[in-house]
């Protein structure tokens, strides 16, 4: 079994974004489900001071060739 690939995507964002980009996370996610290989994506808000918030998506694939369609 070849191991999965991931992609991670780390952004900064205002809080005042959040909602908007939770939209967009999920119609990507929706997306990519579409695409042979895929295997999952997941978002992490992780904890900020101040009025920002950083997320990570990553977004997996069986092989690197399905990612990097």
Request: aromatic share 8%; net charge positive; proline share 6%.
């Amino acid at each position: 079994m070849t191991p999965e690939v991931v992609a991670v995507i780390l952004r900064r964002l205002p809080m005042s974004a959040k909602r908007d980009v939770q939209k967009a996370n999920a119609r990507l996610r929706v997306a990519a489900e579409r695409y042979p290989g895929f295997q999952g994506a997941q978002d992490t808000f992780l904890p900020t001071n101040g009025n920002h918030v950083d997320l990570v998506t990553v977004f997996s694939f069986d092989i690197r060739r399905h990612l990097q369609r």
